[in-house]
């Protein structure tokens, strides 16, 4: 299962995101569920990067399904908020598979 944990601070804004494990809903190189998962994750950290010039804090181990980002604290306000929207899409992305494929995906948010 993927195991997906979002950090809010006390104004609910995004701190940082970690996913782990392997959806196992399919043979490895045909797993639809990781595959949406890790499109939804990557693409939405590459948007952050293009869009906003914000490189994330980031750990990657595509080996061990792990994937950890950590929001910078310090960007001026119109960045910020820019980065919030893209990492509130992702979520909502990753929500969406989570109610369809919900055996193979678990969305804990704190």
């Known amino acids: 299962m993927i195991t997906i944990r979002i950090k809010r601070d006390k104004n609910t804004f995004i701190q ?6 392997h959806a196992n809903s399919g043979p490895y190189g045909q797993d639809l ?17 293009t869009l906003t010039g ?3 804090v980031s750990d990657v181990e595509e080996e061990g399904g792990f994937i ?3 929001v ?7 960045t910020f908020d ?5 990492m509130e899409g992702m979520i909502v992305s ?13 969305i804990n948010e704190n």
């Open 16 to 21: 940082s995101f970690e996913m782990s494990g």
């Open 33 to 49: 569920v990781c595959a949406a998962v890790s499109a939804v994750s990557i693409g939405t950290i590459n948007a952050i990067h």
């Open 54 to 56: 914000v490189n994330l």
């Open 68 to 70: 950890h980002c950590d």
């Open 72 to 78: 910078p604290s310090n960007l001026p306000k119109e």
């Open 82 to 86: 820019n980065v919030q929207l893209l």
């Open 94 to 106: 990753l929500k969406s598979i989570e109610e369809e494929y919900g055996k193979f995906i678990q």
